[in-house]
């Protein structure tokens, strides 16, 4: 798994290190597991095309795995919302399919930028079909994902679901200007973080309650959810590609580094570094001279300054922003197994 | 001007040699011109976003040139159908932007799947700007184009521009799959041809019945018309790659052989060529095993075999179909245009 040695003495067999983390996301996972179901039939149904390699290619990364974090916000949203009501309805299903389509094409793309060759621990789409396939692919489900959206018929949802399209499109353009740069600030790189992941979270909330006929003020409540939800992730995300500790199934460790990508725990390293550290960095992150021990060292540095405290303490404050943006809501057990998603989310990191 | 040689004599200064065929677009123009300025406009301001990179990048390519053919269709066809009436509207001049903004974004991203260095004689965006902002700003540009389009408020118009960017997608896969495959069909080629190319036109010119709201035969007319003029179109765009004696501005001879794309003239050279030529064909198109004189030796072979006029000859067929298709409206200046765009789009071979 992305060259990880356990850290576990070999011969133990350990409980599962994050079952309590992970029993967050399955608590959620309980609540709408049929909803989740028809959303993955409606997947692979929605990815077929006449072109056989499409339908190849989808299915090597939408039925790969990945844990549909983003369509089962879209689910549970609609959920506490109160949708579906007692006359049922499908509607958050197919839109759950379309949140993940858009995520499906922005990971082809972004393993293409980021020239990846690995995605959660299996080789990366473009590695195997090639950045071709992975960019002309990407661009079908995006197309797909509009045509489900039409299919539903709101334009309250289709003007939700383009603006986080070009909101994510934003995002990764900034942090392809900010990568290599130190000088960026925490303001920027929250900018980065906002657009490229956070602006589809808060979207898949939103559309829940866009479903279910709520009034603005809980569209936007679940908009905030997102939004401080995806940043805590994106945070936490960036702190365990420094964590060589954790056990992190399918991220390898270091790939922000080796790419030069200015993250949270990097920006905070900087600042708290000496003369001799920020030298360091320099080199490695904005001239992207790297060697082996390289990146031993920046982990070393990021111990010294408690860049990944630093970085965990942030998203948790954003998990607790998220979690309050809730409180409009009635205490009922889909609210808390949000909640505690939220909680999930920094508690990986652990 | 990708290193073409003028086929005058130096020192001769010819009267333009396309100036009749580019009348018939220029009087396309003059009849919608206060309605293509205004749709530069909006092209101009919809492109912009507090990323700087990303109108830099999309005005190198939307605002650098460009005949506006897709756009164009859009505002004639609108205006066929009697929009704006009296009381006015600019629904299409903002569709024809969408249309643009889709178009633009598949050149983007087919220039990185081409690895092309050059986009209408001058350096291509993936040149300038990297792989990588091509990927992403074509992806912003597509999503935008949607936003404009919700902003529209047509569900149909939705519909049929999130059908044609799926078709185009799967038009380019599908011609991915064909490169190299001298066993491609007919049939197949067709198909790659109507997805890539002929897609968008026909839905450029079929959302201009939608927002001047005419009936569905309408519709499906301006449909065909759109359909038949751009296979037409990419026919002799084919047949123009290897035409070293065309004035073909910004387009260089044989990008299509050096890439092993299958084309219909080599298709009609492949089936009506002897032993030999096959081998050659097979050497170069589907082993890429190319040198430096084999283009002028393909050349040679499609003038031996007639594929050159074989395809312009189908072409014709097509643009023939175009016009026909337009029977269904009124004999006016602006259907009288439409109709002289389609010999348009065969003559500029000639």
Request: a negative charge; one cysteine or more.
């Amino acid at each position: 798994m992305g060259g990880l040695a356990s850290p576990y003495p070999s011969g133990v067999a350990p409980v599962s290190p994050r079952a309590g983390h992970e029993d967050a996301l399955s608590a959620l996972v309980d609540l709408v597991q049929d909803d989740l179901e028809a959303c993955n039939r409606t997947i692979v149904a929605r990815m077929d095309s006449p072109v056989a390699l499409i339908p190849q290619l989808a299915a090597h990364i939408v039925a790969a795995g990945g844990k549909r974090l983003r369509p089962l916000l879209t689910l549970a949203a609609a959920r506490l919302c109160g949708y579906p009501g007692p006359a049922g309805g499908a509607r958050h299903v197919d839109l759950a399919a379309c949140v993940e389509f858009i995520h499906t094409a922005t990971l082809l793309h972004d393993d293409v930028v980021d020239e990846s060759q690995l995605r959660r621990g299996l080789a990366s789409a473009n590695a195997v079909f090639g950045n071709k396939a992975s960019v002309l692919v990407g661009d079908f489900l995006f197309a797909r994902a509009f045509q489900l959206m039409v299919a539903d018929g709101s334009l309250r949802v289709l003007e939700i679901l383009s603006r986080a399209a070009a909101t994510i499109a934003e995002g990764e353009v900034l942090q392809l200007i900010t990568q290599n740069d130190l000088t960026t600030t925490e303001r920027r790189y929250l900018d980065v973080v906002e657009g490229k992941t956070a602006a589809l979270f808060a979207a898949a909330c939103q559309v829940g309650a866009v479903v279910a006929d709520r009034p603005r003020p809980e569209e936007n409540a679940l908009a905030t959810y997102g939004m401080k939800l995806g940043t805590a992730f994106q945070l936490v995300d960036d702190a365990l590609d420094y964590a060589a500790d954790q056990v992190t199934l399918g991220k390898t460790v270091g790939d922000d580094f080796r790419e030069g990508k200015i993250t949270f725990p990097v920006l905070v390293a900087y600042a708290a570094g000496d003369a001799p550290e920020r030298a360091f960095w320099q080199r490695t992150i904005e001239q992207m001279e790297q060697t082996e021990a390289d990146l031993a060292e920046a982990m070393a540095l990021m111990t010294r300054r408690d860049a990944i405290p630093a970085t965990i303490g942030r998203a948790m404050r954003f998990a607790q922003e998220a979690k309050a943006a809730l409180d409009v809501f009635p205490d009922t057990p889909i609210r808390r197994a949000l909640v505690a998603v939220a909680d999930y989310t920094v508690q990986r990191a652990r």
